[in-house]
Structure formats: C-alpha cells, structure tokens
C-alpha cells in the first residue's frame, strides 16, 4: 500500500504559477507510473501528466507547453509545475501511482488538493 500525500493547491490568478508536490511512503523508483489527474465539478477525471520510473514523461494535450512533471528519487516525491495557468485548470488535483505487479496493476490515490484560477 502506497501511501500519497498532495501539498501545494491554492489559489492563483489567470497567468500565475502554482507548484504541486506529491510526497510518497516508499521509494518511488518502485514504482511504474506516478501520475498527476484532476477533476473539475461536474466532469470525470482525467489525466494531466504522467512520469515513468525511466523519466519518459506523457501530458494531456491542454496543458502541453505549461505544465512540467518531475519525480525526485531520493525524495520520494513527484511535482507538477504549472505555469501559465488557465481558469479552465481549476479542479481537485491528485496525485497517482501506479504499479504492475505480476501483470495485475495497481493504483494508489492522494487525497487531491484544489486549485483555483481566477481573478
């Protein structure tokens, strides 16, 4: 069991930056994925950046160009920086990981921390 810890939400103006942290109970290298989501009100979740145990990294496309993902081995930790916020990226954001363990995946969730964009 992983355990995830989300720090960093708040509240921004449209244009501002933000800086995510997600603080993990185990060594990170062990694990496959760690992953950004976020979910608006009234929408489903949905993936924001994802960063493999390799460093190869994979971004929604509404937030290509703005938003950075990077793991720190040993920290245990994963941030999301977003830069160029929008009021559209305002939603409760998570922290994921996923790993594969004998070909049967395994996902562990933060408790999400809001982001806010809005003048």
């Known amino acids: 069991q992983v355990q995830l810890v989300e720090s960093g939400g708040g509240w921004v103006q449209p244009g501002g930056s933000l800086r995510l942290s997600c603080a993990a109970s185990e060594n990170i290298f062990k694990i496959d994925f760690m992953g950004w989501y976020r979910q608006a009100p009234g929408k489903q979740r949905e993936l924001v950046a994802v960063i493999s145990s390799g460093g190869l990294t994979n971004y929604a496309d509404s937030v290509k160009g703005r938003f950075t993902i990077s793991r720190d081995n040993a920290k245990n930790t994963v941030d999301l920086q977003m830069n160029s916020l929008k009021p559209e990226d305002t939603a409760v954001y998570y922290c994921?990981?996923?790993?594969?363990?004998?070909?049967?995946?395994?996902?562990?969730w933060g408790q999400g921390t809001q982001v806010t964009v809005s003048s």
């Open positions: 994921n990981a996923h790993r594969v363990i004998l070909s049967t995946n395994y996902n562990y």
